[in-house]
T-cell receptor, first 115, second 114 residues
Framework: DTGVSQDPRHKITKRGQNVTFRCDPI?????LYWYRQTLGQGPEFLTY????????KSRLLSDRFSAERPKGSFSTLEIQRTEQGDSAMYLCASSLEAGGDTEAFFGQGTRLTVV | AQSVAQPEDQVNVAEGNPLTVKCTYSVSGNPYLFWYVQYPNRGLQFLLK??????LVKGSYGFEAEFNKSQTSFHLKKPSALVSDSALYFC????????????FGAGTRLFVKA
């Protein structure tokens, strides 16, 4: 396991279509995060899982967005009825939190373009 | 609420000169502080972190950062810059009171000229 992997790397979709992204974290990591990054900005927190439980969702995550981590391993982020404002890089990260704090390791991201 | 400020959009430095990328933060409890670097078309790579202990933290690629509690700062430094250090640098903070959300600054683009 060489790191966090995200699929696809790039996605172009028409406005109004649904898209789903997948993230495979580092295998022993129990925490998984989704962030969104737009050009010229830092990553913005979207949501977080500890194992399979989704423990927080940002107000940025409208009801068109849903994330799952069904077995505490991989995660999916779905965007329904995409809008042009959803165009961004979607980053996944994972960390192992066991009795202390550790840094998050990021995947290379999925770049979404809504046309 | 947590926040991070990176006051410089861009830092220019000549190769071989020391570099500093500034970061200030605000959290309600004691902070966990991080620096990440992002190269074009790549994900964020972890450089270093401060959790507790020594105020001077050493990280990857010769980078270090100094935690200053009174000034609520966590500036990234390197004694001698390389052209290959040119990238986008992000400071991040996490509240250690039980929260898990890491907040990132807007980033500082570092240009190192040969």
């Amino acid at each position: 396991d060489t790191g966090v992997s995200q699929d696809p790397r790039h996605k172009i979709t028409k406005r109004g279509q649904n898209v789903t992204f997948r993230c495979d974290p580092i295998s022993e990591h129990n925490r998984l995060y989704w962030y969104r990054q737009t050009l010229g900005q830092g990553p913005e927190f979207l949501t977080y899982f500890q194992n399979e439980a989704q423990l927080e969702k940002s107000r940025l995550l409208s009801d068109r967005f849903s994330a799952e981590r069904p077995k505490g391993s991989f995660s999916t982020l779905e965007i329904q009825r995409t809008e042009q404002g959803d165009s961004a890089m979607y980053l996944c990260a994972s960390s192992l939190e066991a009795g202390g704090d550790t840094e998050a390791f990021f995947g290379q991201g999925t770049r979404l373009t809504v046309v | 609420a947590q926040s991070v400020a990176q006051p410089e959009d861009q830092v220019n430095v000549a190769e071989g000169n020391p570099l500093t990328v500034k970061c200030t933060y605000s959290v309600s409890g004691n902070p966990y502080l991080f620096w990440y670097v992002q190269y074009p078309n790549r994900g964020l790579q972890f450089l270093l972190k401060y959790i507790t202990g020594d105020n001077l933290v050493k990280g990857s690629y010769g980078f270090e950062a100094e935690f200053n509690k009174s000034q609520t700062s966590f500036h990234l430094k390197k004694p001698s810059a390389l052209v290959s250090d040119s990238a986008l640098y992000f400071c991040a903070v996490r509240d250690n009171t039980g929260g898990f959300k890491t907040i990132f600054g807007a980033g500082t683009r570092l240009f190192v000229k040969a």
